[in-house]
């Protein structure tokens, strides 16, 4: 995304070291499904589970990224790690920046005498139940240790060990008592990110609880924040082995808490270890599946699919804060490109928030779980004094986001690579372009009152401060600036940088409208006026848009740039123009780029109605990326690596499912489904819990009919139907069969008395 040396140093070292290893292919037949040809790299290892939601191995991947992850939104960790994340922690000034590192005093681990032959232990990471499990069946006991963030009790990572008898042992030993190895592993010693105090015991309910509270060691920035932060952690002593009576059955429960404050921490931990052990991981396992009756995606038929989908938002939720009543939610720091369980490293994009969030992870998240979309956009909200002074200290007007935010909201990109940092300005317009598609899915009035009206207008100050008239064209031309292809720094008109300011500046005059009661602005005409101007490179003779203003065909690129335009921006041409723009980039991009390309791509092809050819380009958005077991995500393909579990690619594909093969697209004033169809082998694909205007509403994709039901609708918002034959009110409990291609459009009242804006760019946007 943006460490070019870095990057490019890393990618070196790995071919070095993969030249040598042979690619691997496992066939897995699986019942009810098609069989599924699945790759993997030496470094992996097979899943051998045919359940969709349940990820099981008899082997560890040998490369440790490839490890998943537990969390929930306020601490997460990989499995067997030594290091614990806490969301909004971070150590290291400026570009310096990255997770602060919290020792895993929870990585308990079974002897591994317990883990080696003669016992085959099973590994397994349950996406439905949110807990990684290690089973082990012994001659006189089976011992099941299971790990968890728990989704309830949130400052907590619990690690439960269950031991239960064989009732058929040996009688010559029965009256021995069954003996456990545990250990806890190294490493939970010290941090270089956080002076830790040396730890204090104290003695609860009769077991021994340490903690030690500690300071970051270096602010990110001396203005913004003039104080360290502090982070507390309580846990329990590990003994070296866990005893249990020959016929009996035991859970042993170890844990972990984490917070900003003491006595939150020790009160998390204290209620953790009050719970009898069955009631605590139930409760853990019922919030997991509460988030699951909320919404989801189901693939049924691919299993490989439906498995990597149950991964995906496992993942994403696993780094979302959860709902939890024991104590209330801290504020909320961002999603980043690799999670909550990584970033302490410069590899895994430090924990920082980029445009990733704002225009991959968030779509598909608006749509099912729109609260979460929220919280995305109030990181946004409350970085934003800070992004009015980056675009003061540039001499513009007001609020230019930063490429890399962490803590603060300043500008945190590594010393590396300041190009990104200069030129990659459209971040700010893709956080706009987030918050047109929040107001067109939710039209949140309170959000509006809230920062929203703020956001919006100021944004748009920002890119009519950046556009300057061109006499010579007689057009507004945005200069110095990079695109998603980085590949090429410093450009003029870059076409995804000038659609994404343009229409920044028309929902501003939009939302202006909008929040006209209770908050004033006086430039909404000439927003529009700029943004109707703005330069828009075009190219007659091919019929396609040029990436930027003297681009030379042929050039190579990164990533997905211009075809941006046609999705995510859906900035309206001519269909010609926009097959034009997929073919002739797709024969640029080079191989080694990320998978938003090829999810994009797909679903370019899949609205042109190039169904065979979108297939292809979805099976390269995601084959070469997913690592087995565990569905983790590499930035690069296999066998090169980058930065993983990479949320960003995951995105993208989700955004094929929903917005591609669901054929859903956001519009101010309505929802359309097009074209709904099904991926290669699957029978089907439901997407539950869609949100639209407070309605509650599934696609239900099959191979003989589509079907729309609706769960609920919300009485502010009626909404009607219509599909070119018939227009019908929903109501809740009802069942529509989408006959035909569609376009089938769901649409509600007008929101107030406002005009919807133009989204023309560059005066003449329809081609002839
Ligand atoms: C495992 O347990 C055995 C027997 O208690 C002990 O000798 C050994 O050191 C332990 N191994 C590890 C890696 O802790
Ligand atoms: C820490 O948490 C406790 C309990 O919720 C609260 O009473 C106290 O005010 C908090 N302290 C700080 C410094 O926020
Ligand atoms: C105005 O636009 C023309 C055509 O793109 C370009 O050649 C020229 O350099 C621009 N002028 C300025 C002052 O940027
Ligand atoms: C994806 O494409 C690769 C290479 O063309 C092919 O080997 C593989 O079978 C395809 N996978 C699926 C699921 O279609």
Not at 546 to 567: C, M, N, S, W
Not at 636 to 657: D, H, V
Not at 665 to 687: C, E, N
Request: charge should be negative.
């Amino acid at each position: 995304m943006w460490n070019f040396l870095a990057r490019n140093k890393q990618v070196a070292a790995m071919l070095g070291v993969l030249a040598l290893a042979a690619v691997v292919v496992v066939v897995l037949t699986t019942k009810g499904a098609s069989s599924n040809v699945v790759e993997k790299g030496p470094e992996e290892a097979e899943d051998v589970s045919d359940d969709p939601y349940i990820f099981s191995t008899h082997s560890l991947p040998s490369e440790d990224r490839f490890m998943p992850s537990i969390g929930n939104g306020h601490i997460a960790t990989n499995i067997f790690s030594n290091t614990v994340y806490l969301n909004g922690l971070y150590n290291g000034h400026k570009g310096e920046s990255h997770r602060a590192r919290i020792p895993a005093w929870a990585n308990v681990r079974l002897n591994s005498t317990l883990t080696h032959k003669p016992f085959a232990p099973v590994y397994s990471l349950n996406t439905r139940d949110g807990v990684f499990t290690v089973r082990v069946d012994r001659d006189r006991s089976v011992v099941t240790q299971r790990i968890f963030a728990h989704r309830f009790y949130n400052r907590a990572i619990v690690n439960q060990i269950e031991v239960t008898s064989k009732t058929y042992a040996d009688p010559n030993l029965t009256h021995r008592d069954i003996w456990i190895a545990v250990k806890l592993m190294p490493g939970a010693e010290t941090s270089d990110d956080i002076n830790f105090e040396s730890p204090v015991p104290e003695v609860f309910h009769g077991r021994t609880i340490k903690s030690s509270c500690g300071k970051t060691r270096e602010s990110e920035d001396l203005e913004y924040q003039p104080l360290p932060v502090n982070v507390c952690v309580y846990w329990t002593s590990v003994p070296d082995h866990l005893v249990v009576p020959q016929h009996g059955s035991k859970v042993f429960t170890f844990a972990m808490t984490v917070d900003k404050n003491r006595t939150v921490a020790r009160e998390e931990l204290f209620k953790v270890l009050q719970e009898d052990s069955k009631v605590l991981y139930q409760r853990h396992v019922d919030a997991w599946h509460a988030l699951y009756a909320q919404a989801g995606m189901d693939i049924e038929g691919n299993l490989q699919l439906s498995k990597i989908v149950s991964g995906i938002w496992y993942y994403f939720l696993s780094a979302l804060p959860s709902e939890s009543t024991s104590h209330p939610q801290d504020r909320f720091f961002g999603l980043s490109p690799t999670g909550l369980s990584r970033g302490g490293t410069f590899e895994d994009y430090e924990g920082h928030n980029f445009w990733d969030t704002e225009t991959w992870m968030f779509p598909t998240i608006l749509l099912l779980y729109p609260r979460y979309a929220n919280l995305l956009l109030q990181y946004r909200l409350d970085t934003a004094p800070v992004a009015e002074r980056l675009a003061q200290e540039t001499g513009h007007k007001g609020y230019r986001y930063p490429w890399e935010s962490a803590y603060t909201g300043m500008e945190v990109t590594q010393p590396c690579c300041p190009a990104v940092a200069e030129y990659e300005q459209h971040v700010s317009g893709c956080i706009a372009f987030a918050a047109r598609q929040y107001l067109a899915v939710t039209r949140d009035e309170h959000w509006l009152k809230h920062g929203g009206c703020d956001i919006v207008t100021r944004i748009a100050d920002f890119w009519a401060s950046r556009a300057v008239i061109n006499f010579t064209t007689g057009l507004f031309d945005i200069s110095n600036v990079m695109g998603p292809d980085e590949d090429h720094a410093d450009v003029r008109n870059s076409v995804f940088t000038n659609v994404v300011a343009g229409y920044s500046l028309y929902l501003a005059q939009y939302v202006s409208c909008l929040c006209k009661s209770y908050f004033i602005t006086d430039h909404a005409e000439q927003w529009a006026d700029i943004a109707w101007s703005l330069a828009l490179p075009f190219d007659p003779e091919h019929d396609y848009h040029p990436q930027y203003e003297g681009y030379r065909r042929g050039q190579t690129i990164k990533q997905a740039d211009a075809v941006l335009l046609g999705f995510p921006l859906q900035y309206p041409m001519n269909r010609r123009t926009r097959a034009n723009d997929l073919s002739y980039y797709e024969s640029v991009t080079r191989e080694s780029g990320p998978a938003m390309t090829w999810s994009m791509h797909a679903i370019g092809l899949l609205r042109q109605g190039d169904a065979g050819k979108a297939a292809s380009m979805f099976n390269k958005s995601y084959e070469d990326y997913v690592r087995e077991p565990f569905k983790v995500w590499s930035e690069n393909r296999r066998p090169n690596i980058g930065a993983t579990n990479f949320f960003t690619g995951m995105g993208g594909f989700l955004q094929t499912l929903a917005f591609g093969y669901g054929g859903v697209s956001i519009h101010l004033d309505r929802l359309l489904i097009d074209r709904p169809q099904l991926p290669a082998d699957a029978t089907r694909l439901r997407i539950r819990g869609l949100k639209y205007l407070g309605a509650n509403l599934t696609l239900d994709i099959q191979e003989s009919q589509t079907t729309l039901f609706v769960a609920s609708v919300d009485d502010n918002w009626p909404l009607k139907y219509e599909d070119g034959k018939n227009e019908i009110a929903l109501a809740a409990k009802m069942t529509l069969t989408l006959s035909g291609e569609g376009p089938f459009t769901i649409r509600s009242v007008p929101w107030k008395d406002c005009k919807l804006p133009d989204d023309v760019i560059g005066r003449s946007h329809l081609r002839p």
